[in-house]
């Protein structure tokens, strides 16, 4: 057991990064995580496309980079023990381009999600130049001090379906993390704050008591072509307990300790993951097919 | 409480940090903004000074010769409750001299050719100072087309584009605007006595009620005539936003190439800020 182990340090990066400026996106991005590497967190979470900025259109080839590419590389040397992950468009070998959060650490990439879910309705466009992920993994991150933790990152939209955390809990994931480029919208008086933010919070809360994990949300900040990113970066604990935020809608970093116990507490209380009855979704989603 | 009641306090965060990342993520000094001494222009001006500071916005009130001198005197007292700069920029002398080779009694034409003239000042001034025009066109005017393409219309940036007019009001109120202005019929001021609610012929109170449930709900129009309100103004208000598309985008361009500008150029106005 990882009882005696220390919690594990988490750090959100809420950055407005600089639309089609590769270079200094990365750079931003390393002297960040180096940063928050010698404070010694673990985890350091950058928002969705943190590498090059969101509403891209037509700039998406040429903000992809490759998994064995440079980039990635010196990332991986600038996180130190730490372990990053960015956001970014990842060009496949075959010149598809993914949006996706990529866990990246000394030892090079551990981990890619692209992203399953792109939104293309209202203001968002994402399958114009984007190609769509198939598949919603976990991976055990190894830290030192700090144990293994099964991670699962689902970015922004994906987590708006709830058979995606839905599957990560099915794997047993102890801390699923949402990577998130989230333009505001909503301002009626009948709302005590901004409608997208006040969704997510209670989308956050929800997932993270009824999959009895934890769940960190890392929005970005900054404005594109008039659309407003409005931060609120946060943790929930397995129990849906807020543990950090919402941050403000400002460049900043918020920094937290997961203790893992707290998963062993809420899975006694709530055995909700025990109880699940897969079988019963197996047969239905037989039945139901494809819609 | 209306569907239209906006969280004033929010929607003021938003646009002061969007004025302020707007402006000084591409280099620029700072905002210039044609202040008429109406409620939109006022607001825009007032959020702009919020944002950035007095000394780094520049209203310009631009009367004609006709414009109502109450106008001017509204103007002035906006930039005085702020401690702001005003410069007042007369622009007779050019319309007139125009109008003297191309006489016209058309209130129209000559409303418009003051409206561009008015422009031509402030991107002037935005060259000189570095400053982006800043835009006051409200959602209403917008949707309506109940402005001057290249006139008023012409601007970088645009706060208030996503607040109807009445939105407008309940904002100006919560900042603090001179009460004045918060009662003053709305005027475009082209010509004197002129009122933006007899030209088009319904109020904004009843308009933006329209338009909320047509644009921002979609409702299909027969569900408005269930919800009561007169079809013959839902038609004329339908009739006026889709009469005046072309207002609100670029000129067309015709498709030769495998890649248009508009068409299939797609790149965000913010590319590389």
């Known amino acids: 057991m990882t009882e005696r182990e220390r919690p594990l340090r988490v750090s959100l990066v809420q950055q407005a990064p600089r639309l089609g400026d590769l270079r200094y996106n990365l750079e931003a991005t390393e002297s960040r995580l180096a940063e928050e590497s010698r404070a010694g967190q673990d985890l ?75 939104p293309t309705y209202g203001m968002f466009d994402e399958q114009r130049y984007l190609a769509t992920g198939s598949a919603v993994q976990a991976v055990d991150l190894r830290f030192a001090g700090a144990g293994t933790w099964r ?26 993390v949402c990577p998130s480029a989230s333009p505001g919208r909503g301002v009626a008086a009948s709302e005590p704050e901004l409608g997208t933010a006040s969704l997510w919070s209670s989308m956050l809360k929800t997932y993270s008591a009824l999959f009895t ?43 937290t300790s997961l203790d893992r116990r707290l998963l062993r507490r809420a899975r006694i209380a709530y055995p909700l993951l025990r109880d699940e009855r897969t079988d019963i979704l197996n047969s239905a989603l037989g039945e139901v097919g494809q819609r | 409480m209306s569907e239209l009641d906006i969280n004033p306090e929010l929607v003021r965060r938003i646009l002061k940090s969007f004025i302020r990342d707007e402006v000084l993520k591409v280099g620029a000094l700072g905002v ?67 109008f003297e080779q191309f006489p016209t009694e058309n209130r129209t034409r000559r409303g418009n050719k003051m ?20 835009g006051t066109s409200n959602k209403s005017e917008l949707l309506l087309g ?83 309100f007169p079809p013959q103004v839902v038609q ?20 030769l190439s495998s890649r248009t500008i508009e068409i299939d150029f797609r790149y965000p106005r913010d590319w590389g800020y």
């Not at chain 1, 008039?226 to 809608?249: I, K, M, N, R, T």
């Not at chain 2, 008015?118 to 400053?131: A, E, G, K, T």
């Open chain 1, 151 to 176: 991670v699962g990152a689902l970015v922004c939209e994906d987590l708006w379906h709830p058979s995606a955390p839905y599957i990560l809990s099915r794997r047993g994931t102890d801390l699923i």
């Open chain 2, 32 to 98: 210039v903004v044609g202040v008429s001494g109406g409620i939109d222009s006022a607001l825009a001006y007032w959020l702009a000074v919020e944002a950035l500071g007095p000394q780094a916005v520049l209203g310009v009130a631009m009367p004609y010769r006709q414009s109502s001198g109450e106008s001017l005197e509204d103007a002035r007292s906006v930039a005085g409750a702020l401690s702001g700069q005003l410069t007042v920029a007369d622009i007779s002398p050019q319309v007139d001299a125009y």
């Open chain 1, 44 to 118: 350091v979470v950058f928002p969705e496309l943190s590498l090059c900025g969101y509403f891209l259109k037509d700039l998406v080839p040429e903000m992809a980079i490759r998994l064995d590419g440079p980039e990635l590389q010196q990332l991986g040397r600038a996180a130190g023990r730490a372990q990053a992950m960015v956001g970014a468009v990842i060009e496949s070998r075959d010149h598809l381009f993914f949006n996706a959060a990529v866990i990246v650490g000394g030892e090079g990439v551990l981990h890619v999600h692209r992203k399953v879910y792109l």
């Open chain 2, 115 to 134: 409206a561009r003239e008015r422009m031509s000042v402030l991107y002037d001034i935005s060259q000189d100072r570095s400053m982006l025009v800043l």
């Open chain 1, 213 to 255: 994990t934890f769940v960190a949300y890392c929005n970005r900040v900054g404005f594109e072509d008039g659309h407003y990113f409005w931060g609120g970066s946060s943790v929930h604990g397995p129990e849906g307990q807020a543990l950090a935020g919402p941050a403000a809608d400002q460049p900043g970093v918020t920094r």
């Open chain 2, 236 to 255: 004329a208000v339908l009739e006026r936003v889709r009469r005046n598309q072309f207002k609100r985008r670029q000129p067309l361009i015709a498709k």
């Open chain 2, 146 to 228: 109940y402005g001057t393409l290249y006139g008023d219309m012409a601007h970088a940036l645009n706060p208030l584009g996503d607040l109807y007019k009445t939105q407008i009001y309940q904002l100006a109120e919560h900042l603090g605007l001179p009460p004045n202005l918060l009662s003053k019929r709305p005027s475009a001021d082209l010509f004197a006595g002129q009122l933006d609610e007899e030209d088009l012929g319904f109020t904004y109170a009843q308009a933006d009620l329209i338009l909320f449930r047509l644009v921002d709900q979609r409702l299909p129009t027969p569900e408005l005539y269930e919800l009561g």
